[in-house]
């Protein structure tokens, strides 16, 4: 039965990082990165929020016609709303395949340092700076503690998800244990 292996967990994580190496190392398997959809919205850096909204039903159109193949998806992407995460729960039912959920989880700290240290390297990303201004004007650290303590709530009443911790710079580790952690 194909697989909907969704990733979650709060901005800067790793969740693209490891959705990445997961297809790789697993051919055929679509890692469907909503994140990278968004960019190919005219105006997504005018309005993130709407191109998020714009774009989600083409993933899960593109979700569910793959999954109804019988090959595997990756989805590396933070649901903090129910309802939102049922939409993709749906979907992967109603393509015949199973939903996996990992959780990729710090300590609030922790996932708040690493979202102001990700794309600080020596090639930085401009997607992760306008995510960082996004961020500072909803609120900054405080928006980003929000997450991470919604993301616990909903995880409480996720009785099929498991909790991959993920270590800052460690993502050999983090990638056996998600691996490991797979039926």
Do not use: H, W
């Given at each position: 039965m194909a697989r909907l292996l969704h990733l979650n967990g709060p901005p800067g994580i790793g969740k693209s990082t490891i959705a990445r190496r997961y297809a790789d190392a697993h051919p055929g398997v679509l890692n469907c990165d909503i994140d990278v959809l968004r960019t190919m919205v005219g105006g997504w850096t005018a309005d993130f929020a709407q191109a998020g909204a714009l774009i989600?039903?083409?993933?899960?159109?593109?979700?569910g016609a793959y999954l109804a193949q019988?090959?595997?998806?990756?989805?590396?992407q933070m649901l903090v709303d129910p309802a939102e995460l049922a939409r993709f729960e749906r979907c992967a039912v109603d393509a015949g395949a199973h939903l996996v959920e990992r959780w990729l989880m710090d300590t609030p700290d922790g996932a708040v340092r690493r979202f102001h240290g990700r794309g600080?390297?020596?090639d930085p990303d401009p997607w992760h700076e306008r995510?960082?201004?996004i961020?500072?004007?909803?609120?900054g650290d405080d928006l980003l503690l929000r997450y991470h303590d919604s993301l616990r709530r909903l995880l409480a009443d996720r009785p099929g998800a498991v909790v991959v911790p993920s270590v800052d710079g460690a993502v050999d580790e983090t990638y056996r244990a998600l691996v490991d952690s797979l039926p």
């Open positions: 989600r039903p083409a993933a899960l159109a593109m979700i019988g090959r595997d998806v990756v989805l590396p600080c390297g020596s995510v960082r201004t961020v500072t004007a909803q609120g």
